[in-house]
């Protein structure tokens, strides 16, 4: 640790309750931390980006007493910035503001510069300036169905925006609300939500309403996504027309998490949790499940987690990196951070005794980075 | 010409260039509303964090116009008069 990287590093990036944490390593394995940077503010969404030849975190900040706000930086966390008018802020027309940003989405490498985020009160915006200027989507901000769309128990959020990196297609999720499709960049959307459950509604089959946890691509198949639903864990092959379950094969259909592999067909990683009575992991065992045959059969990933965990995970507080094998991190509500250099065969814990985990993500470094300076109180163990 | 003075805590007077009290001259008694924004106009981010978008006082964010709380007040439009003293406060809320 603490030395130059000279060809390629990673960056991980956790989100909590009360402030960021990030962390650079050589190997996956020895983590360098520094934090807690905006200490007393959670952290909910991140955005690693790093196209244009350099590396920008972005971050939603939201402090309970002084609001949300959008950060970035382009020297791993050494200095901060925040645009001054403020990157997300709802147009005077709209009587709205903005509450919490829910996901930040840097776009394909076709589209440098383009950012994507969702937010509360339900919305999506787009960035075209690498996140320091964002665009209310008034497709959707205007859609008739907006009235109909409830509150989740975090609050009423576009938490998934999954972007096709070749074409004009667009998904989202929302709790509740569930999955909504555009077929042009953004500028219409339609509720694509056919067999996934609403049991907590008198219709449990409607149109949209559903609590769509998070949705994710499949990276090699045009058209395949999988979704994590509030009960249910599904995929689907015509690009939203219709879902199927998958859950079988699951200790439980209940979870936030969805990650998919960032180029191999038909591996997804959950993190299934017993509900809706008891929100943790089934009899309290952690663990990952992988499948590797598009929800076909699921693999029970637990080698390096604890041999009891009462906490739960949240949607965004897992992630996976681009790197051969892919690495697979998560971090639970009792601050416990676990990575994985090998999609999640073993795991090793990174940190712990933070703040919640809200939000984790990774990426290469391409290139010589200097590694964040160390702090101990960002160890945590 | 008369002052009213704004006093800032500690964690929001990095967004005002380090200063802890803020002076708007005034010739008469004006609003906290149009006082926040004239005083701001130089530190959006300070204005960003004491109200939001549609420009109400965000939710843990206290102002004091002579020891009173403005929500007991008029709000936002409580008038404050020259020699006066405006205090920002946050609330005690959080855990």
Known sequence: MGCMATAASFVLAIGTKKGLWLATSQDRKQWSFSGPHF???????????????R???????????????VAHSDDLGATWTEPEQGAITFPEDTGAALERIWQIYPDAESRPGVVWA????????KSTDGGEHFELNRGLWD?????????????AAAHSIVVNPVGDNVHIAMSTGGVYRSLDGGTSWEPRNAGISAYFMPDPNPEFGQCVHKIAADAAVEGRLYAQNHHGVYRTDDNGEHWESIAEGLPADFGFVMLTHPRREGTAWVVPLKADGERIPPEGKLA???????????????????????NSVLRDAAAVDSAEPAGVYFGTRGGAVYASADEGETFTEVASHLP???CVRAAIIRGTARPVPETVAARGA | MPDISVVLPSV????????????????????????????????????????????????????????????????????????????????????
């Open chain 1, 118 to 125: 969702g937010a509360e009160p339900i919305s999506v915006w």
């Open chain 1, 288 to 310: 990952v499940h992988r499948t590797d045959d598009a929800g076909a059969t699921w693999k029970r990933l637990d080698s390096g987690l604890p041999a009891s965990e009462y």
């Open chain 1, 39 to 53: 200490l007393m503010s959670e952290i909910p969404s991140i955005g690693i980006d790093t196209r244009n030849g």
């Open chain 2, 12 to 95: 929001l007077q990095p967004l005002a260039g380090g200063q802890s009290i803020l002076t708007a001259p005034t010739d008469g008694p004006v609003t906290v509303a149009t006082l926040l924004e004239s005083l701001t106009g130089d530190y959006p981010v300070l204005g960003r964090r004491l109200r939001d978008e549609t420009g109400a006082l965000r939710r843990y964010v206290n102002i004091y116009v002579n020891g009173e709380e403005v929500r007991r007040l008029q709000g936002l439009e409580t008038e404050v008069a020259a020699g006066q003293e405006v205090l920002i406060i946050q609330s005690v809320a959080g855990g």
């Open chain 1, 55 to 69: 590396t920008r975190i972005m971050v939603g900040v939201r402090s309970e007493h002084w609001g949300p706000t």
């Open chain 1, 143 to 155: 859609h008739p169905h907006r009235s109909e769309w409830g509150a989740g128990y975090g609050g």
């Open chain 1, 356 to 358: 919640d985990v809200l």
